[in-house]
């Protein structure tokens, strides 16, 4: 239970960090491991609400 | 070496020592230097980044800019703000002593996203996609919850849907965290069986795009 809310927190970090905050012009193309990230912010949002539904409960950071 | 933008802040010392500052304007962005041939996506460096991020918000409240932003120099992260400062300032100002914090749920029905194969015109499918966005909600039982013990501790929130989730941001005052967390435990006691998600608390980011809503 405590790895899911860790792996949780994670994504949920990660998803913060991806898929927030102010967009300036000049943002790079990021790929990791030639999975471009806009599919990955798509996997971690898939992610977090599978989570979700398996804990059934708020995880927090 | 290029320098990744964290955050845009109010002073300098509500960047330094965590992370190293740049001026702009008469703000402070924080930035990461890394060598120009490591990727924007490597794990470590993203995780390296998030930890920054959150121990910046330990020492006051910032802008968060999107990932994926690196700059040579002062002159270049001018340029790409140009116009933007005058806002940002104010913002700053507003909400210095706030934090955003966020709760997700899974919507009770996911609607499903329209094919463009089955509209004739761009504009039909576009408006295909907003109304099968807007059509998400939650369970009404677990809304009326959150409305009652979450919303009257926010000094602003907002709905966020997509189209299996819905989201709400909360701008909440950095003393009044406890309660929202304690509001959250109230909710998960109150609703045990919906899968929810109360995370935080988070620097600026859905309002510090207040002006383009």
Not at chain 2, 44 to 55: F, G, N, V
Not at chain 2, 62 to 91: H, P, S
Not at chain 2, 143 to 166: F, K, M, Q
């Amino acid at each position: 239970m405590v790895e899911k809310e860790e792996e949780l927190t994670l994504l949920e970090t990660l998803d913060h960090l991806l898929d927030r905050g102010v967009v300036i012009a000049g943002e790079a193309t990021i790929s990791i491991g030639d999975v471009d990230l806009l599919y990955l912010g798509l996997n971690v949002v898939l992610a977090n609400m599978d989570a979700m539904k398996r804990s059934s409960g708020p995880g927090r950071k | 070496m290029k320098s990744i933008v964290i955050g845009i802040h109010l002073k300098q010392t509500d960047v330094e020592p965590v992370a190293d500052s740049m001026k702009v304007d008469d703000l402070f962005a924080s930035v990461f230097s890394v060598d120009d041939d490591r990727p924007l996506g490597d794990r470590e460096l993203l995780l390296e980044i998030a930890a920054i991020r959150a121990r910046l918000l330990d020492t006051a409240t910032f802008i968060a800019i999107r990932y994926g932003l690196a700059v040579r120099d002062e002159n270049e992260l001018a340029m790409k703000c140009a116009g933007q400062t005058k806002r940002w300032r104010e913002i700053l100002g507003a909400h210095r002593d706030e934090v955003e914090m966020t709760l997700k749920a899974a919507a009770t029905a996911a609607t499903p996203r329209p094919d463009r194969r089955d509209f004739k015109s761009g504009a039909a499918y576009l408006r295909a996609l907003h109304e099968a966005a807007n059509a998400v909600d939650i369970d009404s039982d677990f809304r009326r919850g959150v409305e009652r013990t979450l919303l009257p501790i926010t000094t602003r929130h907002r709905w966020l849907r997509d189209s299996a989730s819905v989201e709400l941001a909360m701008l909440v005052r950095r003393g009044d965290l406890e309660s929202v967390r304690a509001a959250g435990e109230s909710l998960r006691r109150d609703h045990a069986t919906m899968p929810f998600l109360l995370s935080g608390p988070w620097p600026l980011e859905v309002f510090a795009d207040d002006h383009q809503q």
